[in-house]
């Protein structure tokens, strides 16, 4: 085997020892590029200048201003309490039927997601807001919670996703088209969630609500005016970022200022502004960007690495010579999303696939904003899967229940799961969804 390609594999497993041994993803990618390319050239100076290169060309796109600015948005939001308002519209128009509180709390997470673009503080807010009314209403531990974490996966699908943005910084693509790819997805797996629910209130009434009561679960009457109170602000700013996106009036770095000025504009008319609170929001928005600038930088010399050694170059010949279609190629490649995705978070998993496959997929004439649809869609089962979970783990945070448990939490969320897996096989089979 040639020794570029042994050194090439040798660094893939050599970051999912130390990733699974405890090192961040960041270092174990840079120190794992780092001796690889030592190894394979023998000087310092190759890992040196492709560590100056990834810091300098990663994250020097005008682009990656993106990042911060809709992170910034997101949080705003949460502080203006528009999850709560989103949830309080959805309960009052399809409260009344038979799991009518799991329909309410797709749309709203579906809604939400149109303006945060982080599947963690849906998670966080609707744990908070949606949980407590379902159990209210009879619904069992295991649904309420597990509709909650399902759903809170909408965020990082429907757009402005960061981790759509994070994919086409990382894959050199526009993020304006992936943001257009990755819609109707979106709204095909919010329908599928509340078909989902509504299969289950009947097949398994016991799991989803056992104490069903028509009369109890109507959901409060909301007139006119107080609609459009409650839903206003949300849908301006979905207009105003995605209208302006698309209408051509901005690109998405200037429609991601816009979107945080008007957020900061409708935490003030709602009274909810404060010192501290913008400094708190300027601070986590810092310590994310900060966070996913440093993933960007490692992966980017990872990637390089791999070009060096030639590994998806040999990868995609070996393919060829043993005969692998594109849809083979494709199924390997979900399987293995999905694994990572239970010792990883999402991110971290799509930084250390993709330099390995998107080459690869390419070389099949595969289109490289489908194949980032595909991948983080497959990246985001994994928060649902165990042992790792993480928006299961943030669920349990959020509602400080000691009698619900984890494995509570992971049986509710398990159907969403599924559900998430078939859309991902339907996208595999109907690339055309992302191109409409």
Known sequence: MDPAIVVGLTSVIGILLLVYLGMHVAIALALVSGLALLAHSGSLILPVRLAVLAATDGVSSYSFGVVPLFILMGILVGHADLGRDAFRVAHAAVGRIRGGLGIATVLANAVFAAITGISIAS?????????????????????ATGVVAGSSILGMLMPPS?????????????VAAMFRAAILPAILLATLF???????????????QPGFNPAAERGPKLGAWQSMSLSGPILLLIVMVMGGIYGGVFTPTEAGAAGATLALLIV????????????ASLVESGRLTASILFLIICATMYSRMLGVTGLPYMLTEWLREIEVGFVQLMILYCVLMILLGMILDSTSTMLI??????????????DPVWFGIITVLGAEIGLLTPPLGISVFVVKDAIRDPDTTLGDIFRGAFPFAAMMALMLALLVMFPGLTRW
């Open 123 to 143: 998670a966080a807010i609707f744990s908070r807001v949606a949980v407590p009314e379902m159990r209210r209403f009879g619904y069992s531990k295991q649904f």
């Open 162 to 174: 960061v981790l759509l943005i994070v994919y086409a910084i990382v894959a050199q693509q526009s």
């Open 194 to 208: 509340s078909v989902g629910i509504l299969i289950m209130t009947r097949l398994t009434p016991g799991f989803v």
């Open 268 to 279: 003030i008319a709602k009274r909810r502004f404060s010192v501290a609170m913008l400094w």
């Open 353 to 366: 696939l993709i330099p390995i496959f998107l080459p690869t997929a390419l070389a099949f004439g595969a």
